[in-house]
Structures are given as C-alpha cells and as structure tokens.
Nanobody
Framework: QVQLVESGGGLVQAGGSLRLSCAAS????????MSWFRQAPGKEREFVAG???????TCADSVKDRFTISRDNAKHTVLLQMNSLKPEDTAVYYC????????????????WGQGTQVTVSS
C-alpha cells in the first residue's frame, strides 16, 4: 500500500504561481511512477504531468512550458510547480501512483491522494 497526501493548493490570480506537493508513504514508494491529474466540475479527470522513479517526465500539452514536475526520492515527495496560471487551470488536483511505468490514463493508477483545490481567478 502507498499513501499519498497532497498540499499546496489555493486561490491565485491569473498569471500567478503555486507549488503542489505530494508526500508518499508506505511500501517502497520510490518504485512507483507518480503523476498529477486534475478534474474540473463537469469534466473528466485529465493527466497533467508524470514522472518515473529515475526522473523521466512528461507533461500535457496544455501545461507544457508552464508546469514542471519533479521528485525527491529520498524524501518520497513529488512536486508540481505551476507558473503562469490561467483560469482554465482551475480544478481539483490529484496525486496518483502506479507501479514502475508512467501512464496518462487515470484508470491505470492504483493509489490516489484526496486532492487539493486550485482556483485561478481572472
């Protein structure tokens, strides 16, 4: 079992920045690929960014050049630095984990955090 706890969400004006953090604990958390997903009201959950144990990472086209994902395996933490935020980035952001391989499909993830709200005002 892996437990995930997100933090760092909040309210920010358009153009501002936030940094989300996901703390992982439990069974060899560093063996897992970690990703961020988001879900806005009335929309499907979508992939934002993901990172493997070795640090290989990818971001969705909608956030590329604005968001950066990183991880600290020693601290079992994954960070999502979000810059130049837009109102359309407003959503609940979830941290997720799955064994080894990275995937942009939310249904393939075994473990989820409780989510953290990000609201970007115009």
């Amino acid at each position: 079992q892996v437990q995930l706890v997100e933090s760092g969400g909040g309210l920010v004006q358009a153009g501002g920045s936030l940094r989300l953090s996901c703390a992982a604990s439990g069974r060899t958390a560093s063996d897992y690929a970690m990703s961020w997903f988001r879900q806005a009201p009335g929309k499907e959950r979508e992939f934002v960014a993901g990172i493997t144990w070795s640090g290989a990472n990818t971001c969705a086209d909608s956030v590329k050049d604005r968001f950066t994902i990183s991880r600290d395996n020693a601290k079992h933490t994954v960070l999502l630095q979000m810059n130049s935020l837009k109102p359309e980035d407003t959503a609940v952001y979830y941290c997720a984990a799955r064994v080894f391989l990275l995937s942009s499909t939310w249904k393939s993830y075994n473990y989820w955090g409780q989510g953290t709200q990000v609201t970007v005002s115009s």
